[in-house]
């Protein structure tokens, strides 16, 4: 499928954005078998490798409305980034089975000041679930689930790519509602779009197609964290990302990069 006609810096006007939210998409992207993307890189759903327990939720679909990014601390707390437009601040994170709470929705990144009075204006269309402590997979927190692809871990000292770090032709990899896709980025710029409330000042494009509940997903790019899943655009679909850096710090979180986030774990209940 040959890339939109987008020109780097700005996304081109036309190109329409969706949320990545199930009830935003048509009833034709509800399934995604394994396939192969325009880079020939394989896509799927098979994993190889095991899963903890308690279940690293970075990369994975992690409650019933979104999918898991990265794990953060918030101070002393361990937290898991998401989507801001995902669930509201107080909200419950329930899992797939309907049933558990892996815990609570925090507050969206919303930036100090807002050049565009008419809308809501953050670095990063992002915010976190302070998860409850029996699904916190202490010894994995710099980990990140891929599903079919593996899991990543973030050394010591990763730092998120800021949209400056990030290019045209950049290889992007995503694991949201546990299917695994890749593709090449094509495009980045700021968004303001005239249906949406929000502005970002980065979003970019990759030439992966999106399918609902994508939202909240860790994005990597040339194995780095790149974004947060957020909108889609234009008729293939292809999946859009806000950079990480500007969201994180508005949200006063710390990427994890250690296997306990450089915090004590706690002793074993009864220890």
Same mark, same amino acid.
Request: aromatic share 6%; glycine share 16%.
């Given at each position: 499928?040959?890339?939109?006609d987008?020109?780097?810096g700005?996304?081109?006007?036309?190109?329409v954005?969706r949320?990545?939210?199930?009830f935003?998409?048509?009833a034709?992207l509800?399934?995604?078998?394994?396939?192969?993307d325009?880079s020939?890189i394989?896509l799927?759903t098979s994993?190889?490798?095991?899963?903890?327990?308690?279940?690293?939720?970075a990369?994975?679909?992690?409650s019933?409305?979104?999918s898991?990014?990265v794990?953060a601390?918030h101070g002393?707390?361990? #937290?898991l980034? /998401? *989507? @801001?437009?995902?669930?509201?601040?107080?909200?419950?994170?329930i %899992? &797939?089975?309907?049933?558990?709470?892996?815990?609570v929705f925090?507050?969206?990144?919303?930036?100090?000041?807002c050049?565009?009075?008419?809308?809501?204006?953050?670095?990063?269309?992002l915010?976190?679930?302070?998860?409850?402590?029996?699904?916190?997979?202490?010894?994995?927190?710099?980990? #990140?689930?891929m /599903? *079919? @692809?593996g899991?990543r871990?973030l050394?010591?000292?990763?730092r %998120? &790519?800021?949209?400056?770090?990030?290019?045209?032709?950049?290889?992007a990899e995503?694991?949201?509602?546990?299917?695994?896709?890749?593709?090449?980025?094509i495009?980045?710029?700021?968004?303001?779009?005239p249906?949406?409330?929000?502005?970002f000042?980065c979003?970019?494009?990759a030439?992966?197609?999106?399918i609902p509940?994508d939202?909240?997903?860790i994005?990597?790019v040339?194995g780095?964290?790149?974004?947060?899943?957020?909108?889609?655009?234009?008729?293939e679909?292809?999946?859009?990302f806000t950079?990480?850096?500007l969201g994180?710090?508005?949200?006063?979180?710390?990427?994890?990069t250690?296997?306990?986030?450089?915090?004590?774990r706690?002793?074993?209940?009864?220890?």
């Open positions: 499928m040959a890339a939109p987008v020109r780097p700005k996304i081109r006007r036309g190109f954005a949320s990545v939210l199930g935003a998409l048509v034709g509800l399934t995604a078998t394994a396939a192969s325009p020939g394989v799927g994993r190889t490798t095991p899963v903890y327990d308690p279940p690293v939720l990369g994975q679909w992690a019933a409305w979104c898991g990014g794990y601390r002393t707390t361990v #937290v980034t /998401g *989507a @801001g437009h995902c669930a509201r601040e107080g909200d419950q994170a %899992a &797939l089975d309907g049933r558990t709470v892996l815990g925090g507050p969206p990144a919303r930036s100090a000041t050049s565009h009075p008419d809308r809501e204006c953050a670095g990063s269309d915010d976190y679930v302070i998860l409850a402590p029996d699904h916190i997979p202490w010894g994995h927190l710099n980990e #990140v689930d /599903g *079919a @692809g899991y871990v050394a010591v000292g990763t %998120a &790519l800021a949209c400056e770090d990030i290019a045209v032709g950049d290889l995503f694991d949201g509602r546990n299917t695994f896709r890749a593709g090449r980025v495009d980045k710029g700021e968004f303001l779009s249906n949406d409330g929000m502005y000042p979003i970019v494009v030439e992966i197609r999106g509940l939202s909240g997903g994005v990597l040339n780095m964290p790149g974004g947060v899943a957020s909108r889609e655009f234009g008729p679909w292809y999946l859009g950079p990480l850096p994180l710090a508005e949200l006063g979180l710390e990427l994890c250690m296997p306990d986030c450089g915090l004590e706690p002793a074993p209940a009864g220890g």
